[in-house]
């Protein structure tokens, strides 16, 4: 018999409705789709890893093939540059300088092979700004600022009291009368 219930995703549970065949899931997909390997996170209501990890793990390992490994650190007149976080839904990574870890500078992945391809056949670049200068756009503002747009005292109406109606009263002593 399965079990019915709603996962963390606020969906219907994979392995109630369509999953049919389970497959054993291992932390390994999770590195690969870089979650936290936090268990209470990762383990469904059954107790055993989700199996939504193995469900997607294919489209990540297929986008994965498009990103230089963060292991290669990219050598540039500057100084060397060590990986420090890969976007794989964005389609970014970010490289610091080793010594100035507070200065990411922003690559695709084309970049980056670029730099490691020039890097192989001897060539250093002269810095990652060259690269990363390209990729400067303007914010975009994903929320606005609203405050001072509504009333703060819009919810210190008093409330309507409706007017009872005296039909059971009535209705009451009518049946009494009638008796």
Excluded at 58 to 85: H, M, R, V, W
Excluded at 140 to 156: A, C, H, I, M, Y
Excluded at 160 to 168: A, C, S, V
């Amino acid at each position: 018999a399965r079990l019915g219930g709603i996962g963390s995703c606020g969906r219907e549970l994979c392995c109630s409705t369509w999953l049919t065949d389970f497959r054993s899931v291992s932390t390994s997909a999770a590195r690969y789709q870089q979650l936290s390997l936090n268990p209470l996170k990762l383990a469904g209501q059954c107790g055993k890893l989700k199996c939504c990890l193995n469900y997607e793990l294919d489209t990540y390992l297929e986008e994965l093939e498009k990103f230089p490994k963060p292991e290669i650190k990219l050598k540039t007149e500057k100084g060397i540059a060590i990986c420090q976080k890969t976007d794989i839904f964005k389609g970014l990574m970010w490289y610091a300088y080793d010594g100035e870890w507070m200065n990411w500078h922003k690559l695709t992945p084309q970049q980056a092979n670029e730099i490691i391809a020039s890097n192989k056949q001897g060539k250093t670049v002269a810095s990652l700004e060259e690269y990363a200068i390209n990729l400067t756009e303007e914010a975009k503002t994903e929320f606005e600022n609203v405050v001072g747009q509504d009333s703060l005292t819009r919810f210190d109406k008093p409330k309507r009291h409706k007017k009872r109606n005296n039909n059971k009263k009535r209705n009451k002593s009518r049946s009494r009368n009638a008796k």
